[in-house]
C-alpha cells in the first residue's frame, strides 16, 4: 500500500504519453547514476558488468550501476521509447536516431574528476562524442543543418556534478581543489565550466535541456559509515552540494534567457532525502544491499543482493536502488513535462 502513490502516478504518465511522444530523441549526459554500459571495456575500477549488478535488470548485468533500471531507463519508458537509449559504446546507425547515452561512472564536470579511479568519459570529452554523433546525423539526415533541426527536438538529460565532491573535492589525497577552494569557491567554480559545457551542446542543436541536481551525497553509506557526529547524514557534505544546486538553480535561468529558443531546466528530483522516501516503502536508509568492496564502495564480484530491494534506498554504498531511481524519474518527469511546450 505504501508504494501505491509512486504507481498511481506512473500510470496517469503511461497514459499520459502514449498518445503523442514528445520528443523524438532523447540523449543522456553524466556519470554511473545513469551510465548504462559506456565504461565496460575501460581499465577502471569503476565499472560494474558483473552480478549482482543488474539482478532485475531485463539483460542482466549491463554495467548499469543498480540493482534495474537507472532513472534514464525509467524516463525512456515513460516518454514512450520502446527501447532503451543505447550506450555511445555500442551504437550502431540503425538505432542512433533514437538518441545516445553517453554517461560515464566516475566522470565529472571537471577532466581530472575520477582519475584516481582508471579511464572515464568527463563531460568534455562525451560533449565530443556527441559531435561524432551529429556528424553520422548529418549524414542519415542529408546535412548539417537538417540533422541539426531534428536535434532540437530532442530531450537533453544531464545527471553530473557528483564526482567532481565524491571522487575529487572529498578525495583530498589525489586532488587539490579542497585545498584552493572554499565549498562556495567550488560550487562557483564547477557552475562557471558545466555553463560553458552547456553552451557547447546548444552549439550542437540542443535545445531542451534537463539539469539534474545533485542528490544529498553526504547521506550515501560510504560518507555516512565515516561518521556523521549524531546526525543521519554529513551534513557539511550535503550543505557543499546544497551550494551546486542552487548555483544550477540560477544557471539554467539565465543560459535559458541568454540563449535563443532553448529551454533550460533543473531536475529537482534527485534531491530527495532518504527520509522523504520513507513513505513510499523505503526503509533501509543508510546501509547498502549488498556487500561492498572495501576500497570502491561498489558490489563485490557475484555477491548476494539483499532479498527486498525494493526498501532499501541504498544498492551499494553510493548508487540508488531501481526503486529510489524510479522515483526519481517519475517526479522529473513532471518537472520535464514544462519542456514540451
Ligand atoms: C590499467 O590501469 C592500471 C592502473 O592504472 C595499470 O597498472 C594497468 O597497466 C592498466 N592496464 C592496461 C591493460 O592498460
Ligand atoms: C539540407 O537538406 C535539406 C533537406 O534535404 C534542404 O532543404 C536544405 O536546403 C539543405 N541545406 C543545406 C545548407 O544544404
Redo the contacts with the bound molecule.
Keep these: 500500500m505504501a508504494f501505491a502513490p509512486v504507481f498511481l502516478v506512473s500510470f496517469f504518465l503511461t497514459k499520459l504519453v502514449v498518445s503523442a511522444q514528445p520528443f523524438p530523441c532523447f540523449f543522456i549526459f553524466g556519470d554511473s547514476l545513469v551510465d548504462s554500459g559506456n565504461n565496460n571495456d575501460l581499465n577502471t575500477s569503476a565499472k560494474v558488468d558483473y552480478p549482482p549488478y543488474g539482478v532485475d535488470f531485463p539483460y542482466g548485468a549491463t554495467g548499469r550501476f543498480t540493482n534495474g533500471l537507472t532513472s534514464a531507463d525509467f524516463l525512456a519508458q515513460m516518454l514512450g521509447f520502446n527501447d532503451f537509449i543505447p550506450p555511445f559504446a555500442e551504437v550502431q546507425d540503425a538505432v542512433l536516431s533514437n538518441g545516445v547515452n553517453y554517461a560515464s561512472g566516475g566522470a565529472g564536470i571537471l577532466s581530472e574528476t575520477g582519475e584516481h579511479l582508471g579511464s572515464r568519459i568527463s563531460l568534455d570529452q562525451q560533449l565530443r562524442n556527441h559531435e561524432i554523433v551529429l556528424s553520422r546525423f548529418a549524414a542519415l539526415?542529408?546535412?548539417?543543418?537538417?540533422a541539426k533541426q531534428r536535434l532540437n527536438k530532442c530531450f537533453y538529460y544531464m545527471v553530473v556534478g557528483s564526482n567532481d565532491y565524491i571522487n575529487n573535492y572529498y578525495k583530498s589525497k589525489y586532488y587539490t581543489t579542497r585545498r584552493l577552494y572554499t565549498p562556495q569557491q567550488y560550487a562557483t567554480f564547477l557552475a562557471n565550466k558545466f555553463s560553458r559545457q552547456l553552451k557547447q551542446l546548444y552549439n550542437l542543436g540542443a535545445r531542451k535541456i534537463g539539469v539534474a541536481g545533485l542528490g544529498p551525497l553526504g547521506c550515501t553509506p560510504a560518507m555516512v559509515s565515516k561518521g556523521t557526529n549524531g546526525s543521519p547524514c554529513v551534513d557539511s557534505i550535503n550543505d557543499a552540494v546544497g551550494l551546486l544546486n542552487t548555483e544550477l538553480g540560477v544557471l539554467v535561468k539565465q543560459l535559458s534567457h541568454d540563449l535563443p529558443n532553448s529551454n533550460f531546466i533543473y531536475i529537482s528530483a534527485m534531491d530527495l532525502r532518504p527520509t522523504e522516501l520513507f513513505g513510499h516503502g523505503i526503509r533501509l536508509l543508510n546501509e547498502a544491499c549488498c556487500r561492498v568492496e572495501r576500497n570502491t564502495g561498489l558490489c563485490v564480484r557475484g555477491g548476494t543482493p539483499c532479498a527486498i530491494r525494493d526498501i532499501s534506498f541504498f544498492y551499494d554504498n553510493f548508487h540508488p536502488t531501481e526503486m529510489v531511481n524510479k522515483v526519481i524519474a517519475t517526479a522529473s518527469y513532471l518537472d520535464i513535462l514544462k519542456l514540451m511546450t
Design positions: 539526415y542529408g546535412n548539417v543543418s537538417s
